[in-house]
């Protein structure tokens, strides 16, 4: 679970979002072994903080960050070249929801338009677009390793049960 869920102040910011039935949607899609709905409110949450602690726009960086990754097709157990043509194309997929939902300011649409540079060639024209792009890399890095370790561990458990019946 995210931190963000205790932060009051954040909450207000972003409230209207995470509450919406589409956005909602999100918490049934896979991503990074978890859902796309925890993994967009802990992008948004930690490059608020930091936003604010630089003192930049830090309401809009909230938005614009929990928008990144609004789309709906699954990026997980895929083929390559589908796989491939999603992790460049899905920014455009994710602004294209968010305008059709909410009203975004120029900077909030070019943090979701953006986050994927390098990867896709849109370059941030923001502080806080260069912000929510770096805060989703480490983000991705931190729940691929957290849902690799549970996959270990399960594995590890499982192993262990299975020992232990066949020395009995
Ligand atoms: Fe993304
Ligand atoms: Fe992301």
């Not at 932060?7 to 207000?12: N, T």
């Not at 956005?23 to 930091?50: A, C, E, N, Q, W």
């Not at 070019?110 to 849109?122: G, K, Q």
Request: aromatic share 12%; hydrophobic share 40%.
């Amino acid at each position: 679970m995210s931190a963000g869920y205790k932060d009051r102040k954040y909450l207000c910011i972003v409230s209207d979002i995470l509450e919406h039935p589409e956005f909602l949607k999100l918490k049934d899609i896979p991503h990074h072994g978890m859902d796309r709905y925890d993994h967009s409110l802990r992008v948004s949450y930690y490059s608020y903080r930091i936003a604010k602690m630089l003192h930049l726009d830090y309401e809009e960086t909230a938005r614009g960050a929990l928008l990144h990754d609004f789309f709906f097709e699954e990026n997980e157990n895929i083929d390559k070249k589908e796989r491939a043509e999603i992790l460049v194309n899905h920014p455009k997929f994710a602004l294209e929801n968010a305008n059709k939902y909410f009203t975004l300011s120029e900077k909030e649409q070019d943090m979701i338009l953006t986050h994927m540079f390098p990867v896709a060639p849109m370059v941030p024209k923001y502080l806080e677009s260069w912000i929510v792009d770096l805060v989703d890399d480490i983000v991705s890095v931190y729940e691929k390793g957290f849902s690799l370790r549970r996959e270990l561990s399960a594995a590890m458990s499982f192993l262990l049960v299975i020992s232990m019946n066949a020395l009995r």
